[in-house]
């Protein structure tokens, strides 16, 4: 059975009201640009008027609500932000996207952004030589961008604030025009290397991490060597260089325990000191009796390894939503000076150090 409406003639007369409509631009598909025909301005002048940020003539501002209201306009996220030359898309720009530090970043970073209504393009430039160009493209399809450690050179970033891009550096020294915020490293490093010092009492250390791609690495690896030299406290010379991931801690710590047995191996971060952990027991090797090791960041899987990791827990998170809320605060205007953020950090000992069990927390 028809519903009693439809008939030959209603379908008539709302094909008649819907050409009608469609001839004077009405209905759910109007645009913004039909907005501003009608109103006779431009379509930045129609953004200022519906977002009320910039004082707009009393008579302009008129004429655009009336041709809003006629056409019955609502606008949409990309219509405002094509209105006022912005994508309504931020970049994050990582060395790498494997591994749980760079997803706990990435996930602080993301829940921001989504609650700012802001679309997130992420790149991963994996050492690639064609690093500087892909940043550089990605630039121009966003209206920001989060950098994390030293993903491409200083002359790159001065090229983007030269633009006029806002830029947030994560994990990085300051640049001249760029916000950073950064995890607390050396203080964290110099408690952790005492600890090993002067509660434990070792006198033999390698450090598992290349501190000539990392400034956070580079930080720790100094305060490190700061308090050996001050124990006076033999040391390496230099970091054992190494990718930043679980095999490589397991491939370089294998190495480096074939030719001598330092007494402990402090990683620059939990994956590095999780693969050396695997390759001291298929040396046979024990952790801790044999060979102390340590990590840095605090992932899951140095609370539940065995024998728990004692590292340093850092708000890998936080990081990244510090990042979106200040690259938010610049597209929305803030003109102050860059503001340079360092998180806290804490030691967390676990029995991978030597610690008894019931010291664990």
């Known amino acids: 059975m028809k519903a009693l409406t ?48 910039t004082p707009v003539a009393v008579e302009t501002r008129r004429r655009v609500l009336a041709a809003v209201d006629e056409l019955r306009f609502t606008p949409s996220r990309s219509a405002r932000s094509l209105a ?67 993903t491409v050179g200083d002359e790159v970033l001065a090229d983007l604030t030269a633009r006029g891009l806002p830029l947030v550096l994560m994990a990085r020294d300051p640049v001249a025009g760029a916000d950073t915020v950064n995890a607390e490293n050396s203080e964290s490093a110099r408690v952790l290397t005492e600890h090993l010092v002067h509660d434990h009492g070792y006198r033999s250390f390698a450090f598992l991490g290349d501190a000539t791609t990392s400034t956070d690495t580079s930080q720790r690896w ?30 370089a710590a294998d190495r480096l325990l074939r030719r001598k047995r330092p007494r402990v191996l402090v990683c620059a971060n939990d994956e590095i000191a999780l693969g050396a952990v695997l390759a001291a027991e298929a ?29 340093v827990r850092q708000p890998m998170r936080e990081l990244g939503a510090w990042a979106a809320r200040r690259l938010h605060e610049r597209l929305a205007g803030d003109a102050s000076e860059p503001r340079h953020e360092v998180l806290p950090t804490q030691l967390v000992q676990r029995a991978s150090c030597g610690c008894h069990q019931e010291e664990n927390r």
């Open 6 to 53: 439809d008939t030959p003639g209603a379908r008539a007369g709302r094909d008649a009201v819907a050409q009608g409509a469609a001839a004077r631009g009405l209905g759910r598909d109007a645009t913004i640009y039909q907005v501003a025909d009608r109103a006779g301005v431009s379509i930045a002048t129609v953004s200022r008027v519906l977002r009320g940020t």
């Open 84 to 150: 006022e030359g912005q994508h309504a898309a931020n970049g994050i720009v990582f060395p790498d996207l494997s591994g749980p530090y760079f997803a706990e970043v990435v996930l602080g970073y993301e829940e921001v952004a989504a609650e700012l209504g802001r679309s997130v393009l992420i790149l991963s430039t994996h050492g690639r030589q064609a690093a500087r160009q892909m940043v550089l493209d990605l630039a121009s399809r966003v209206d920001g961008l989060v950098i994390l450690g030293r």
């Open 222 to 251: 100094a305060a490190f060597r700061t308090v050996l030299r001050e124990a006076k406290v033999p040391g390496p010379r230099a970091p054992t260089p190494c990718a930043f991931d679980e095999e490589g801690g397991r491939i």
């Open 283 to 311: 040396l046979g090797l024990r952790v801790p009796d044999d060979l102390a090791v340590t990590g840095w960041d605090d992932v899951m899987a140095a609370r539940h390894s065995r024998p728990g990791l004692t590292t």
